[in-house]
């Protein structure tokens, strides 16, 4: 047996690729994969800064007057270099290209308390770093968000030939 589709991440660039799409009881739900780093080529983010990125990201995507009621996750890859964004809807990527603008615009820019990060609401709420989400929010918006090419949102992938039963 001959698997294709497998994605080869020593080529994948930083964008918006659509990993996976389910079809829940009838209705499609599309997960995202925001990258916001290039695989094993550059420093990850820090677990700080991603965990930042969380909440704020989450508080302004649940509050959105469009998109709001059709979130059904945001959160933070294990490897530090992106978050999984699920999304209700059959979607591409260039469907929430202007929404990743405005969530990590948002983000670049904020001011204040991060939310829901009192130790009564979040299981680490030390492990935070608002300065350097900001940053990486505003690099990701200004190096790869604002000039999105094909290459950042369509996955490189690798021909894997697997022998099976
Ligand atoms: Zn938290």
């Known amino acids: 047996m001959i698997e294709k589709n497998k994605i080869d991440y020593n080529k994948l660039q930083r964008g918006i690729y659509v990993r996976e799409k389910r079809d829940v009881g009838g209705s499609v739900i599309t997960m995202f994969d925001i990258r916001m780093k290039l695989p094993n080529r550059e420093p990850a ?14 508080a302004f995507l649940r509050n959105h007057a469009e998109w709001g009621n ?14 999984h964004l699920l999304l209700e809807g059959d979607l591409e990527s260039r469907d929430i290209a202007e929404l990743m603008r405005e969530t990590f615009g948002h983000i670049a820019e904020y001011e204040g308390d991060i939310p829901h990060a009192t130790a ?24 790869v968000l604002n000039e999105l090419k094909e290459e950042n949102m369509s996955y490189p992938l690798r021909e894997v030939e697997e022998y099976g039963l």
């Open 120 to 143: 009564s609401e979040c299981a680490n709420y030390m492990l935070h770093n608002l300065a350097m989400a900001k940053w990486e929010s505003r690099k990701y918006l200004v190096e």
């Open 70 to 83: 059709r979130v059904i996750y945001w959160g933070p890859m294990g490897c530090c270099t992106g978050n």
């Open 45 to 58: 983010m820090s677990q700080q800064a991603l965990h930042t990125i969380e909440h704020l990201g989450l």
